[in-house]
T-cell receptor
Framework: EAGVAQSPRYKIIEKRQSVAFWCNPISGHATLYWYQQILGQGPKLLIQFQNNGVVDDSQLPKDRFSAERLKGVDSTLKIQPAKLEDSAVYLC????????????FGQGTRLTVV | DAKTTQPPSMDCAEGRAANLPCNHSTISGNEYVYWYRQIHSQGPQYIIHGLKNNETNEMASLIITEDRKSSTLILPHATLRDTAVYYCIGDSNSGYALNFGKGTSLLVTP
């Protein structure tokens, strides 16, 4: 079974530039999550989708971050404009349904803002 | 805020059992306790979860105290590949997305 695919694996941008991350969840998984993980900390939920609807985006900095999940499958997370403090690993995860005990994570995209 | 407390780091000798404690005295009666681990440069990986009873799978055992205020994850025969950050999670949002804390960094030594 293919896992959660994310791209790119690494990205370096200058502050005030924009960047986008892509995630392809496991086939058939209705729930998709984006987490931000700053060095030395645990992952922090940014946004959760159920199919193509948003379940929770309360911790998404909406002035600069946006995310979409078209057709309830792939998802993109965008940052515009980036700040130095956005340097982190961005993890995408999926689960069969919301509340399923096991969420499957991708390897993440490591973003460095200089 | 995360509802769990874990030691920041632990060591374990290879081949020995690794016992990772977690305090979750404030979780409610219907909230599960989940354990995930994160190996360096990888995404978190599910290990096990439980509510009241002890649980065992091919990866680990989970022992939950009768009062549900704490639990212990047991890796029966730790290997070098078990070196990772282990997260004990007792908190989720309304959509059941897990809220991670800082976890315990386990170092398995030869």
């Amino acid at each position: 079974e293919a896992g959660v695919a994310q791209s790119p694996r690494y990205k370096i941008i200058e502050k005030r530039q924009s960047v986008a991350f892509w995630c392809n969840p496991i086939s058939g998984h209705a729930t998709l999550y984006w987490y931000q993980q700053i060095l030395g900390q645990g992952p922090k939920l940014l946004i959760q989708f159920q199919n193509n609807g948003v379940v929770d985006d309360s911790q998404l900095p909406k002035d600069r971050f946006s995310a979409e999940r078209l057709k309830g499958v792939d998802s993109t997370l965008k940052i515009q404009p980036a700040k130095l403090e956005d340097s982190a690993v961005y993890l995408c995860a999926s689960s069969l349904v919301a509340g399923a005990p096991e969420a499957f994570f991708g390897q993440g995209t490591r973003l460095t803002v200089v | 805020d995360a509802k769990t407390t874990q030691p920041p780091s632990m060591d374990c000798a290879e081949g020995r059992a690794a016992n990772l404690p977690c305090n979750h005295s404030t979780i409610s009666g219907n909230e599960y306790v989940y354990w995930y681990r994160q190996i360096h440069s990888q995404g978190p990986q599910y290990i096990i979860h439980g509510l009241k009873n002890n649980e065992t799978n091919e990866m680990a055992s989970l022992i939950i105290t009768e009062d549900r205020k704490s639990s212990t994850l047991i890796l029966p025969h730790a290997t070098l590949r078990d070196t990772a950050v282990y997260y004990c999670i007792g908190d989720s949002n309304s959509g059941y997305a897990l809220n991670f804390g800082k976890g315990t960094s386990l170092l398995v030594t030869p």
